[in-house]
Every structure is written in structure tokens, then in C-alpha cells.
């Protein structure tokens, strides 16, 4: 028969195992549920920037594009008041021609400069965009769930024996006498040494 401190020892053993293995279920999943929102906020997050990117190059597109169309009209209109003032003074000849080229020379120049000032920009959206990317895929990466390992049922099983084990035979010694046997001499003893 076991005595009633073996019993406690092992049935505590047992309770600290199996209740173990389900804390440490829980654990893991109350981690994964923690990451699977941590992916989602990244994500999110990286949507929002990538659409306040979208909009910058939106609006980036129509202010170039409006650029472009006020210097063509200043470049026909001074073009055309050139034209109008030769013709209204008498003037004809290449002197108002090369004018006229002069204007759309400088007309073109600007709407180059233009754009690759644009081009400039798309290459800096660019690369913003592949950073956010970038960010976004880190924060996915660093959330990955971290698993606490569940202890092992076999290893707990015998590490609960053991004590048990133990427990028993402490109390079965101390039924004895309360000492010690000498396992080489067979004699007992109160002292350890």
C-alpha cells in the first residue's frame, strides 16, 4: 500500500504535468492569435501607405501636367504676340521666324526639364513604395508566434515515478527509524555521513 505523502507526491506530479501541457497549449495559442493581429496591423498599415503613395503620384501627374500646359500657352501666346506685332509693324522675313522657333525652343527645354524633374519623383515614389513594402514584410516576419514547447508526456510520467519513488522510500525509512542504511556496511545512522 502507498502511503498518503507517495500518493500526494505523485497525484501533485500529475496535476503539475497535465496542467502543463494545457497551459502550454493555451500559451500558444493566445500567441498566434497576438501574431495573426500583429500581420494584419502590418498589412493594413502598409495598404494606407501605399495608397497615400498613389494619391502623391496622382497628384504629381496633374500638377506636371498642368505645368506643361501653362508654359505651351505662354510659349503660343508670346509666339503669337510676336507674330502679331511683326505683322502690325511690317515686318516679315526669318527675324520673325527664328523668333517663333526661339519661343518653342525654350517651350520644349522647360517641358524637358519638367520631365525629368517627374521622373525624379517617380523614381523617389518608387522606392518609397518598395520600403513600406519592405517595412510591412519585417513586421509580418518579427510577429511569427513564438511556440512554448508542451513538456513531454513520457519524460513527465517517469520524472513523476521517480518522485513518487523517492517520496516512498524517504517514508519508508523513516518508519524504520528515521536514519539512514549504509548500503556497503548494512549498518544504520542518523547522520548523512
Sequence with gaps: MIDPITGLTVIAGLGNLFGGAAASRKMNKINKQIAERTQREAARASVQMLTGLSI????????????????????????????????????????????????????????????????????????????????????INQAQPQVTPEPNILGGLLQVGAQGLASYAAGFQAVEGGGFRNIYSGKGSTSIF
Design 56 to 139: 502623391r503620384q496622382r497628384q504629381g501627374d496633374t500638377a506636371a501636367g498642368q505645368k506643361q500646359a501653362a508654359l505651351a500657352r505662354q510659349a503660343r501666346t508670346a509666339t503669337a504676340e510676336q507674330v502679331a506685332g511683326a505683322a502690325a509693324a511690317g515686318v516679315e522675313g526669318r527675324s520673325v521666324s527664328a523668333v517663333a522657333q526661339d519661343y518653342m525652343r525654350q517651350e520644349n527645354l522647360r517641358a524637358a526639364v519638367i520631365g525629368k524633374e517627374r521622373e525624379y519623383e517617380l523614381l523617389q515614389l518608387q522606392e518609397q513604395r518598395e520600403g513600406i513594402v519592405a517595412q510591412a514584410q519585417s513586421r
